[in-house]
């Protein structure tokens, strides 16, 4: 178990819209997950991923394989 904060990052193909989510990936090593929060609402509820699942779904937006529309 790891003692270790959230380093939270917003996108840089984020263009400020106001629509961004924010990542920990510092976790991914040390505890295996991937926290995610809302960037306009940085107190609010926390979404905690494992790293293999949230880096599939990267994987999969990236080839259109998921909808972002």
Excluded: H
């Excluded at 295996?32 to 960037?39: A, F, H, K, L, Y």
Aim: hydrophobic share 35%.
């Amino acid at each position: 178990m790891t003692t270790e904060d959230p380093q939270w990052f917003t996108s840089s193909y984020s263009s400020n819209g106001g629509q961004c989510i924010q990542v920990a990936t510092n976790l991914a090593a040390t505890c295996g997950v991937i926290p995610v929060r809302d960037s306009k609402n940085p107190n609010g509820a926390v979404l905690t991923f494992q790293a293999e699942s949230f880096s599939s779904f990267v994987a999969g937006v990236k080839v259109g394989e998921i909808d972002t529309a």
